[in-house]
Nanobody
Framework: QLQLVESGGGKVQPGGSLRLSCVAS????????IAWFRQAPGKEREAVSC????????HYADSVQGRFTISRDDAKNTAYLQMNSLKPEDTAVYYC???????????????WGKGTLVTVSS
């Protein structure tokens, strides 16, 4: 059973940056497709970005395109989400998800972390 643990959340001012990390418990991390999702208070969970298992192909939600960057370091079993130019509307709990099947930005990933809170406020 793959386990995922997110970290790096916190409070930041508008325009600031944060880098989230997602560490996986399994050495076969490079076989997994990884995605980041977020859920704001009172709203449904939405996709943010995903990265493929091979080749590092990435996709982004329109709302974060050009501001967020997803990456992975398979040697460290870790995926990252670099978030720049943060806005108050980026405030949410951010979740890392993984699957052996390419599910792009769908919500049906098999494995999920417990999330890390990002608050963008002055």
């Amino acid at each position: 059973q793959l386990q995922l643990v997110e970290s790096g959340g916190g409070k930041v001012q508008p325009g600031g940056s944060l880098r989230l990390s997602c560490v996986a418990s399994e050495r076969a991390f490079d076989a997994y497709y990884i995605a980041w999702f977020r859920q704001a208070p009172g709203k449904e969970r939405e996709a943010v970005s995903c990265i493929s298992a091979v080749g590092g192909r990435t996709h982004y939600a329109d709302s974060v395109q050009g501001r967020f960057t997803i990456s992975r370091d398979d040697a460290k079993n870790t995926a990252y989400l670099q978030m720049n130019s943060l806005k108050p509307e980026d405030t949410a709990v951010y979740y890392c998800a993984a699957d052996r099947i390419d599910k792009l930005l769908l919500l049906t990933y098999d494995y999920w972390g417990k999330g890390t809170l990002v608050t963008v406020s002055s």
